[in-house]
């Protein structure tokens, strides 16, 4: 909670959307954010650290989980999957894709495992 002006300002800035540079898979981008978003994507203990979010994930909650075969960022399934609560309907699959295919080559997969959860 603020407890001054500056404070106040502080977060008013933090919330307004910026253009920032970033690299992913050694590409290099312009996106545009709030800091807050921008930062918290990178904080070690935020949101985006997907290990920490698996084991949140609330029972029965199931998970698809798809990474690409050719995907030099992919990890293992130890890594992510194996943290989440288990559950009867949870997958993980691996594609044939580096990481920017590996959603369009995990549309099938995607669309098998939807129509497989109960209704």
Do not use: C
Request: proline letters at 10%; zero cysteines; hydrophobic letters at 40%.
């Amino acid at each position: 909670m603020p407890t001054s002006k500056s404070d106040l300002a502080r977060l008013n800035k933090a919330k307004e959307k910026r253009r920032f540079s970033d690299v992913n898979q050694g590409r290099s981008f312009e996106i545009t954010a709030s800091a807050e978003v921008y930062l918290s994507w990178f904080d070690p203990d935020g949101p985006a650290v997907m290990p920490k979010s698996a084991t949140s994930l609330k029972v029965p909650t199931p998970l698809l989980l798809i990474i690409g075969s050719h995907d030099r960022t992919a990890q293992g399934k130890d890594y992510i999957f194996d943290k989440a609560p288990p559950h009867p309907n949870s997958r993980f699959v691996s594609v044939p894709a580096d990481h920017f295919a590996v959603p369009s080559a995990a549309i099938e997969e995607v669309v098998t495992w939807l129509r497989s959860l109960p209704q």
